[in-house]
Antibody, heavy 122, light 107 residues
Framework: QVQLVQSGAEVKKPGASVKVSCKAS????????IHWVRQAPGQGLEWMAI????????DYAQNFQGRVTMTTDTSTNTIYMELTSLRSEDTALYYC???????????????WGQGTLVTVSS | EIVLTQSPDFQSVTPKEKVTITCRAS??????LHWYQQKPNQSPKLLIK???QSLSGVPSRFSGSGSGTDFTLTINSLEAEDVATYYC?????????FGPGTKVDIK
């Protein structure tokens, strides 16, 4: 079955960087878009970025341009999301999610990781 | 960027009552609108894709309609397990965006 398993919680100081991983299993990794979404405590969902694992091509939300980088490792079926210059407002639960259909555009995202809590605090 | 607005922000209903949540896009997005349910401390769950397509395993009391800029999620006969926040989300053009959410509670 499709599984997305994310790395564990992180605590970072303002100005630092964080790299969250999302390990995929149960399907052909390169065939499905992955996106990242975050949710600040008590708040709604915020779209961050999308990656095509087949080509490594990415697109980022304007709010995160210059601070976020998504990379893929096809040897381990893992997607990484790195966020730099962290500030307190980046404290959130970060989710990876997989598209529900093979190379369908526009995608709908059906499968979700468990979320990774990133806390930014001095 | 396409902005999605939802109404109402909050709805408190009695069991078996019908719930209607609307989502409006700031420009036409065709049918590239999806609905998610998020229960406390859980990851979001895809309920309806492409405005009106149901998914396997989702109860039939959930349905979606609309196209262009106006969309509706309907929960026929609300059950206690439906207490959650519901988000609309578009994947029409990048960047994708979510609506602010509608919290549904039981009276």
């Amino acid at each position: 079955q499709v599984q997305l398993v994310q790395s564990g919680a992180e605590v970072k100081k303002p100005g630092a960087s964080v790299k969250v991983s999302c390990k995929a299993s149960g399907y052909t990794f390169i065939n499905y878009f992955i996106h990242w979404v975050r949710q600040a405590p008590g708040q709604g969902l915020e779209w961050m970025a999308i990656v095509n694992p087949r080509y490594g091509s990415t697109d980022y939300a304007q709010n995160f341009q210059g601070r976020v980088t998504m990379t893929t490792d096809t040897s381990t079926n893992t997607i990484y999301m790195e966020l730099t210059s962290l500030r307190s407002e980046d404290t959130a639960l970060y989710y990876c999610s997989r598209a529900e259909a093979y190379e369908v555009w526009p995608p709908a995202f059906e499968f979700w990781g468990q979320g990774t809590l990133v806390t930014v605090s001095s | 960027e396409i902005v999605l607005t939802q109404s109402p922000d909050f709805q408190s209903v009695t069991p078996k009552e019908k719930v209607t949540i609307t989502c409006r896009a700031s420009q036409s997005i065709g049918s590239s609108l999806h609905w998610y349910q998020q229960k406390p401390n859980q990851s979001p769950k895809l309920l309806i894709k492409y405005a009106s397509q149901s998914l396997s395993g989702v109860p039939s009391r959930f349905s979606g309609s609309g196209s262009g800029t106006d969309f509706t999620l309907t929960i026929n006969s609300l059950e206690a397990e439906d207490v959650a926040t519901y988000y609309c989300y578009h994947s029409s053009i990048l960047p994708f965006t979510f609506g602010p959410g509608t919290k549904v509670d039981i009276k």
